[in-house]
């Protein structure tokens, strides 16, 4: 196996996903080629952020990259908000463990992150618009949330069940 060969992505309802990550606790050869697998991953399936819960690793780290040409891959471990905006806005989501699914989440419009970077080095990031909600997005996903977990039972029920059935019909 590579360093680049891409991971599997869970998929919701796996209770997987709702399992909150630990602390990173060094920033070493083992974090760094799996910095390049899940950028491999969120490239291949076109995804602008993927956080390691989403691939069965549960430590603190996210990849994000939201730029045109995909050129400007972005790594945060153990990401902390240092600010979110009081301001707020309601925009259309997707996920790549919620394939196909999208809904608007009310999100802050701006925040300030402390994380580390790939290299292991301290950095603040003032993210606002799309970097903004992606980073609040992948978050989340290290508290062992996803998105559709702020939509209405009932959506989330249809989401579920139509999500298991193509799962059923894709095994056969």
């Not at 950028?39 to 995804?47: I, Q, S």
């Not at 009310?106 to 290299?119: C, F, I, P």
Request: net charge negative.
């Amino acid at each position: 196996m590579t360093e680049t060969d891409t991971l599997t992505i869970l998929r919701y309802p796996d209770p997987r996903l709702h399992t909150v990550a630990r602390p990173v606790k060094a920033v070493d050869e083992r974090i760094r080629g799996l910095i390049q697998r899940m950028l491999a991953t969120m490239y291949e399936a076109n995804g602008i952020g993927l956080a390691a819960t989403q691939v069965d690793v549960h430590e603190r780290l996210i990849v994000v990259d939201v730029s045109e040409e995909r050129n400007q891959p972005m790594v945060l471990i153990n990401p902390e908000i240092e600010w979110a905006s009081p301001e707020t806005r309601k925009g259309e989501e997707g996920c790549l463990s919620v394939p196909g699914i999208y809904d608007g989440v009310e999100r802050s419009v701006a925040v300030r992150v402390r994380a580390q970077d790939g290299d292991g080095n301290a950095r603040t990031i003032e993210a606002e618009g799309l970097l903004a909600v992606c980073i609040q997005h992948e978050m989340d996903h290290l508290m062992g949330k996803v998105f559709v977990e702020y939509l209405s039972p009932l959506k989330r029920n249809r989401i579920k069940t139509k999500l298991l059935k193509a799962e059923r019909e894709h095994t056969r």
